[in-house]
């Protein structure tokens, strides 16, 4: 596995991520403060395996965010938390508001908006880490041609050219969540195609530990 | 892994087992029914990976149960339920309330009366079963000389044991926690040696799933 | 308008008839106990354009109710109230279920006993009646390929032919959507296909009232 | 419909308007923000009707207030903004507490006042809007010598007046209720004379869309 | 002051009645349980002026209440309760529900029904009093030709028939509105031309005090 | 009765006048504002007998208070709320603290300490009041050589003094409890010597309202 | 001292035992069970001190009892759990009510009654019990003249000779006040004369616990 | 008793001293505000044993704490409230986070850095006292080999060398619990071995009080 002891691992994003974490930080104090989805899992799973390591987990995540809130609050959720490793899962409000909420276009994140600032946040960040993990946007359905999957995988490519170019690891949720998808309906993971229940955070849980080496099949 | 395709698995036990489930059954339904305790996790974990196996999942412990508390509710709660699987994790507060409340003696459950009651439960229901798991009470002390641990141990013996005598998978708990015990001191899994915090649950997810052919290193 | 002044009209169904109405009578007092769906906006607009018509408007929807549970309940919630008019909407959890919990089978009305028992209710209940209402149930979802949205029209058929056969007023649900759904995205109704907002509601309204001759454009 | 696509709308006034819409901003988002009164009513048919017009309704009614207490918060209330069209429902507060408290002097606004201030607002604001929607105070009571209902009606008449000078649509309210007062007693629909059930809310709502254009017989 | 030392005074009615005391059985005991409407300032006045007499009040008034109501509970509510003096303010309800919910009729009680029920209820009750007062239904509403106040006044002048037919105190709780509708609006007093302040409450202690000798200017 | 019409009569004090007042100011809106004291029974009752005359009553009244306190709030709490009549009922707390709380010094009020800031209060407010009216504090407790009674006998005293020197109108309220006490027990008024029941408040606002000429026997 | 180990002290009263402790049985299960007064101290001291005693106390006070409550719950509330060790504390409400509720005469237990009653409950449950403690009723109040404790003085007398006339322990609770009234005000140690704070709790305890040899100077 | 009568007693520390305490300070006022824990019950008994004494005593203890958050507010919880008598308890965290919160290493308070702040803080303190008690940390373990046991041993010595050093009273608690486990396991006390139950706060009284010469055996 491949992060460090004693490494600090902060995860942020939006809803998928927040899960009624602690304010102002997520921190493994008291229980619970991690939340309920996979950023507490990951925490957990870390802890049962590596007991001895001291992973230090901050969950930054705040539901309804776009990359241009994570960008707002950087300094203070990010920077000054002084993280080892870093996770970013963001993005599917920044499409998902385009089609729900057509008249709040104040939150409409384009795709060359959306590139550019995540593009920003990790060339800032990614040399004061020791890993990066960029989790790309998704929606859960499985016709590639609805209108929102349609755009969704838009913005998940430009994650995945993100973290190329930087040397990042890159996680595609929206593969974890396609290959459930041949076997089930979207409804028996998630009520509305994006927050899934407990079976769908495992399922991102293992495919994030699977991308730092924690080996599980 | 050894569980069919839709299965009915019965989870029952204690305060371990119950972690705020829904009553009177906690079922699959709504979200959070299943507590947040290894028995949500392990449902969690089958869905992800077994979308298509359809399991269905109940949670019925209840917090301080010992073994004559789950005599009780036998009829209603195990078999008036059918299950096709069944898991028991019973024992911690046999043992434990004769150090905690010594002049309780009605919640004492001494070691030949609690392997009495559990031989019977098991071999009325094993029949009926497709699939019996018998998790071991545990105390999360690694001194096996301390007084608690020590009569502990031969509860978990006796478990085993009857495990063996009807042919019933086996969950040693104990050794789950001993191992992590060598790597780190009980309080950071949990406040009171008994009650663990979401890893101590995840460790004890990961022998449950090992027990039943889940692939997991 | 056909529904005769003083008339009782008696709507049930499921959550989409529920929305928080009143316990154990959804009545016209106390202010709110119709709920915040359809059926308080129905009787709102009855009563602000007929307001020495008298209609009285009962709200017997219950939130995850199959066509199973409105025969469980038909007595007491139905006849006992002696309603004159009577609007049934039912079947989407019939549907909905079989692919969001697949091991609850106890909870999945396939096709054929869902006409069954809707057509046995009808029956039972027309001729003590001014008027029937049948809607239809819907989900919010363009694709008629789609897995749910495909098996839900065999629903709707089904309404439509029971409707049919006994002269009842049907209300394509379905057909409301569909007009939606060619100029906006079903996110910007319903978070999850199902539970629509007052915009959804209204549209609902609308096409209820336009079928008991309520003029509106 | 004259209200243009992609248009916002933004309707103050005091508690008729309010009906428990969130703060700071009543907006389109949570669900609930723009409360359970004519407001949400008229932004449902709106999107019900036109669901590719993508109309952004603000709701900015505060309980309780006067023409002054308007003016106080226009600026951050109204004018940051930016609405397209803008809806005033006042005068009521203005006029009743002369009668309910008539000790509290400081909130008496008499007709002079009234009629400069709100015409203040009007000159001020009408140059950089699309539309203006001026909507008459009223009292639910068919008595037009009833002391309230008499000073109502001066008041009503001075928006009457601001409304042709400026040219913007007047929505006389008080003929809303009058007609309605023609056929039922009004404690059919207000307890108080003042705050209507859904009923007449839905009255106020069809008067309102009449006023735009929105085609209802 | 008529009313003997030691006397169990028990006052019956509806909401004006009931102010919240507490359940099931209104008594002197623990603060607050004979509600914030007359009935506590009553059994507070007579306290205050007569300390030594050792007055039992006790409130039976339950919001909604028509004289149907009344009758229904009589047994438990009043003659249980073995009272020496018995005060009874009803018939608010039987009439505004006429107008307020014209669709509920099964609440709407006619005078003649209210006439026969109320003197069952004196003739039945009177024989084991040592003193009966009853309190005409009132409007706070000073237009006699306004239509609830005209039925309420066909009510009034039958409680005051049965008053004087059963030689019973009789309170014109209608004359004490009027008094004060001479110099000041009915909002003033009443939100809802029924439920007053403390102010309207005063004035109906001091009608009901006067009627029993105490005096008070 | 001598307070004018339109007057605005302010009433300070501790818990006796506070219970439960709205905060910051205790005015005449919303219902309760003024607490279920004797304040809100003096507005209560001036307003039922003198509806026209428009009393402004405020209940600046704070639980725990000493004159001390007032000082320290006098000119937010009393000068800019400009009134025209004041009423000041403080010392209990001053004198009991020194008995309960033998330890808390810096709460001790001592009588020439306590004499000399009402003195300053007085002459200071004087100048700018319609009327002032200076209300002892009290004990219920019949044993003038009971040592908190015998304290607090002189500083009502004091309170009378002061009200001579400055010609204001004193309420001595320790007669108005030794007269009850004559007839029965502290108890059946005051759980505590203190905080009197409704009926104890009720001795307290005769005695206040008889003092400014509001006739009653 | 003279509780023998294992044994089982039930303690029942009114509120000064009860004291907020658990229903239906306050237990030494979960946390703060046996109430925040002199129960729990009693049995917080006695585990202090004999930790190898094991101990089991009841605490069975409810609030606002007399001996007449006692005597009717005497079979569920003492006798089914078989104490060892029984102490009663009755009597206050049973003289304080004659006060404080002159006019609720059948809640006054007058002496004769409560003499027999307490006798007939000791009568019949001394035989079974290793030891019984009586503790008298008491009145924070030094003057012995003073209504209340003139009479509770009186039941003290009662309950000691009953103790005497049964070779009971006797507890003079109204002596362990009387000490501390010597030196410092009732209030200091209770609002009302009846609820002391937690000092006057532990003057109880000790007195308590002197009783049955504890030794403590 | 060596404290001098009309004292201050501060008392500060962790979570033991804590116990609920009222915020910002622990006064003797409202009830409860001194906590459910030791520092309540000293109160509560010195006031029991030395009525007249008038001991002001204030609990500071926060949830929690090393002894580097008592350092960050002495300031204000200490030295601005001139205590006569200071007592401090601190360490617990100081330790227990080392092995419960291995990550968390700014919580992680060394023995060096514990011993200088700690002496730091009396030296500064101790001139402006009458008397100091330092209270050694315990963990309720009675293998002194167990590595929070041993680590928590090697405090308490540095504890009572710094009371040595500055000649103030030293409470060996860990002596206390040792006393108490030599006859009953640890969970009859303390469910995770710090937090102990009233029955181990009664015996941290009793070596408390006996430290300032209250005679107990």
Redesign the interface.
Known sequence: MIIQP?SKLLMIGDSITDCGRARPVG???P?GALG?GYV??V???????Y??H???VFNMGINGNTVMDLKARWQTDVLDLKPDWLSICIGINDV?LQ??????TEKHIRLDVYTRILDELVTETKPMLRGLILMSPYYIEP?RS???RAIMDTYGTAVRQIAEKHQAIFVDTQAVFDA?LT???S???A??RVHS???????LV?AFLQSVGY???
């Open positions: 004693n921190d493994m104090w229980k309920d507490g899992f925490a957990a799973l870390l802890d049962a395996r007991p001895a001291n992973f230090r998902w089609f729900a909420r057509p008249q709040m016709n609805e209108p929102v459930l076997q089930t309906h409804s028996a993971f009520w509305d229940n407990q079976a769908g955070h495992m399922a293992r080996e599980w099949e």
